[in-house]
C-alpha cells in the first residue's frame, strides 16, 4: 500500500555516496597514473545562474581529488577564441573531461563548440558520437542529467522494466537522452512536449513520470497516476510577493507528494545527481586514458 505521502529520493545522500566512491577510486589509480583526473569547465560571461552552477562543479572536484582546469572567459570571447581553448584541451594530457557551461551568449554556437569536443573528453555526454552510443546501446559517456535520474531510480529499487515511462521535454540535454535510457532499461516509453494535446491523460498513464520542461507547477495531482514515481528535473526560479526568491520544480511538489509513492524534491532531488554524474564520466576518461 502506498503511504499517505510519497517516499523522498534524495538525491543530495546519493551524490556524496557516489562522490565518496569516486574519491576512493582516485586514491587508488592516482600512484599508477601519476597523476589526478583533470576537469575543464569553461564559462563564458557572467550568467549568475551557471557561475553558481560552476562553483558546485568546482567544489565536488576539490572535494574527490580533480584537478579543475576551469577557465572564466570574457563575454566578449569569440567562436575562434573559445575554438582554440578547447583544441588545446583536447590536446592536453592532464585533462580528462571539458564542459561548456551552457547558456552561451548570443554570438557563440553553441553546437559547433560542443561538436568540437574530443569524444573521449566529453564530460556532458553530449557530443553526437556519444549520442549516438546510446542511441545504439553501446557503451559511453551519458548525459549527466539523464544518467542521474537512472542512478536514482536503481538506489531506491525502481526497476523500469516492462513500466510505463512518461517523459515530458525533449530536449537534446535531458528530454530525448531520458527516452533513450529508459528505453535501454526495458520501460515503454512516451515522449510528451508542448505541443502535445491531453497532456494530463498520457502523464496519467505513467508508472515513471519525468518532467524537465521548465515550467513551474506544471504537473499538477490530478495528472499523477496514483502510487507513481515522479521525477522533476526542473530548476526555476520564482519570486514571492515579498520580492523572496525560490527554486521550485516543475511539478506541484505539496498536492503531488499526496498521490505519488516516490517524488525527488527541488532543490535535494536531481541536481546533485547531475553533478555526480559529471564526477562519474570524468573518472571514466581517466581510467580510460
Same mark, same amino acid.
Given at each position: 500500500?502506498?503511504?499517505?505521502?510519497?517516499?523522498l529520493?534524495?538525491g543530495?545522500?546519493?551524490? $556524496?555516496?557516489? $562522490?565518496?566512491?569516486?574519491?576512493?577510486?582516485? $586514491?587508488?589509480? $592516482?600512484?599508477?597514473?601519476?597523476?589526478p583526473?583533470?576537469?575543464?569547465?569553461?564559462?563564458? =560571461?557572467?550568467?549568475?545562474?551557471? %557561475?553558481?552552477?560552476?562553483?558546485n562543479?568546482?567544489?565536488?572536484?576539490?572535494k574527490?581529488?580533480?584537478?579543475?582546469?576551469?577557465?572564466?572567459?570574457?563575454?566578449?570571447?569569440?567562436?575562434?577564441?573559445?575554438?582554440?581553448?578547447?583544441?588545446?584541451?583536447?590536446?592536453?594530457?592532464?585533462?580528462?573531461?571539458?564542459?561548456? #557551461?551552457?547558456?552561451?551568449?548570443?554570438?557563440?554556437?553553441?553546437?559547433?563548440?560542443?561538436?568540437?569536443?574530443?569524444?573521449d573528453?566529453d564530460?556532458?555526454?553530449?557530443?553526437?558520437?556519444?549520442?549516438?552510443?546510446?542511441?545504439?546501446?553501446?557503451?559511453?559517456?551519458?548525459?549527466? &542529467?539523464? %544518467?542521474?535520474?537512472?542512478?536514482?531510480?536503481?538506489?531506491? #529499487?525502481?526497476?523500469?522494466? =516492462?513500466?510505463?515511462?512518461?517523459?515530458?521535454?525533449?530536449?537534446?540535454?535531458v528530454?530525448?537522452?531520458?527516452?533513450l535510457?529508459?528505453l535501454? %532499461?526495458?520501460?515503454?516509453? &512516451?515522449?510528451?512536449?508542448?505541443? &502535445?494535446?491531453?497532456?494530463?491523460a498520457?502523464?496519467? &498513464?505513467?508508472?515513471?513520470?519525468?518532467?524537465?520542461?521548465?515550467?513551474?507547477?506544471?504537473v499538477?495531482?490530478?495528472?499523477?497516476?496514483?502510487?507513481?514515481?515522479?521525477?522533476?528535473?526542473?530548476?526555476?526560479?520564482?519570486?514571492?510577493?515579498?520580492?523572496?526568491?525560490?527554486l521550485? =520544480?516543475?511539478v506541484?511538489?505539496?498536492?503531488?507528494?499526496?498521490? %505519488?509513492?516516490?517524488?525527488t524534491p527541488?532543490?535535494?532531488?536531481?541536481?546533485?545527481?547531475t553533478?555526480?554524474?559529471?564526477?562519474?564520466?570524468?573518472? #571514466?576518461?581517466?581510467?580510460?586514458?
Amino acid at each position: 500500500m502506498p503511504s499517505d505521502t510519497a517516499q523522498l529520493l534524495d538525491g543530495k545522500a546519493l551524490s $556524496q555516496q557516489i $562522490q565518496a566512491e569516486l574519491n576512493q577510486q582516485i $586514491q587508488a589509480l $592516482q600512484t599508477q597514473k601519476g597523476r589526478p583526473p583533470g576537469l575543464a569547465v569553461l564559462m563564458v =560571461g557572467d550568467n549568475p545562474a551557471s %557561475a553558481a552552477y560552476v562553483r558546485n562543479k568546482e567544489r565536488a572536484c576539490t572535494k574527490i581529488g580533480i584537478a579543475s582546469f576551469g577557465q572564466h572567459l570574457s563575454t566578449e570571447t569569440t567562436q575562434i577564441e573559445l575554438e582554440k581553448v578547447i583544441d588545446s584541451l583536447n590536446q592536453d594530457d592532464l585533462v580528462d573531461g571539458i564542459l561548456v #557551461q551552457l547558456p552561451l551568449p548570443a554570438h557563440l554556437n553553441a553546437v559547433a563548440l560542443l561538436n568540437q569536443i574530443h569524444p573521449d573528453k566529453d564530460a556532458d555526454g553530449l557530443h553526437p558520437v556519444n549520442m549516438g552510443r546510446l542511441v545504439r546501446g553501446e557503451s559511453g559517456l551519458r548525459s549527466c &542529467t539523464p %544518467a542521474g535520474v537512472m542512478r536514482l531510480l536503481q538506489e531506491y #529499487q525502481v526497476d523500469p522494466k =516492462g513500466k510505463q515511462a512518461v517523459v515530458i521535454g525533449r530536449s537534446i540535454l535531458v528530454g530525448k537522452p531520458q527516452a533513450l535510457m529508459l528505453l535501454e %532499461a526495458d520501460a515503454t516509453v &512516451t515522449t510528451a512536449h508542448s505541443k &502535445t494535446p491531453d497532456l494530463k491523460a498520457i502523464a496519467r &498513464t505513467a508508472d515513471i513520470l519525468i518532467v524537465a520542461i521548465g515550467r513551474p507547477g506544471l504537473v499538477t495531482a490530478d495528472m499523477v497516476k496514483p502510487g507513481a514515481t515522479v521525477i522533476d528535473v526542473g530548476m526555476n526560479r520564482i519570486t514571492d510577493y515579498e520580492g523572496k526568491s525560490y527554486l521550485v =520544480g516543475d511539478v506541484d511538489f505539496n498536492a503531488v507528494q499526496d498521490v %505519488a509513492e516516490f517524488l525527488t524534491p527541488v532543490p535535494g532531488g536531481v541536481g546533485p545527481m547531475t553533478v555526480a554524474m559529471l564526477m562519474h564520466n570524468t573518472v #571514466q576518461s581517466y581510467i580510460h586514458s
